[in-house]
Nanobody, 125 residues
C-alpha cells in the first residue's frame, strides 16, 4: 500500500523560504514519478513541480524560485521554496504515479494515482 506523507509546511513572511518533504512508503523503488501540486481556497489544484526518470518540470510561476529533488536513500522527494510570495499560499500536495512511467512528469492531476494529505503553506505580506 503506497502512502505519501508530507511535512515542512508552515507560516513564513514574503521573501522567506520553506522546504517541503514527501515520504513514500510501501514501495521499494524510488524511480516512480512524483510531483507537487497546490490548491488555494476557491481555486483548482495546480501543478507546481515534478520529477521523473527523465528530469524535472516546473510551473512558470515558480521557475527560478522552487527546486524539486529526490533523496533516494530516504525515498523522499523535497521541494525547496525560496523567495516565497503571498500568492504561493496554498495547501501543497505530494503525488505519485500508480505505475512506473518512463517520461517527463505529468502536468495534470489525473496523471497521478496516489496523493498525500496535504500540508499548509502560508506566506504573509
Amino acid at each position: 500500500q503506497v502512502q505519501l506523507v508530507e511535512s515542512g509546511g508552515g507560516l513564513v513572511q514574503a521573501g522567506g523560504s520553506l522546504r517541503l518533504s514527501c515520504a513514500d512508503s510501501g514501495r521499494a523503488s524510488t524511480n516512480y514519478p512524483k510531483a507537487w501540486f497546490r490548491q488555494a481556497p476557491g481555486k483548482e489544484r495546480e501543478f507546481v513541480a515534478g520529477i521523473s526518470w527523465t528530469g524535472t518540470r516546473y510551473a512558470d510561476s515558480v521557475k527560478g524560485r522552487f527546486t524539486i529533488s529526490r533523496d533516494n536513500a530516504k525515498n523522499t522527494v523535497n521541494l525547496q521554496m525560496n523567495s516565497l510570495k503571498p500568492e504561493d499560499t496554498a495547501v501543497y500536495y505530494c503525488a505519485t504515479t500508480a505505475r512506473f512511467v518512463y517520461g517527463p512528469p505529468a502536468l495534470v492531476a489525473g496523471g497521478y494515482g496516489y496523493w498525500g494529505q496535504g500540508t499548509q503553506v502560508t506566506v504573509s505580506s
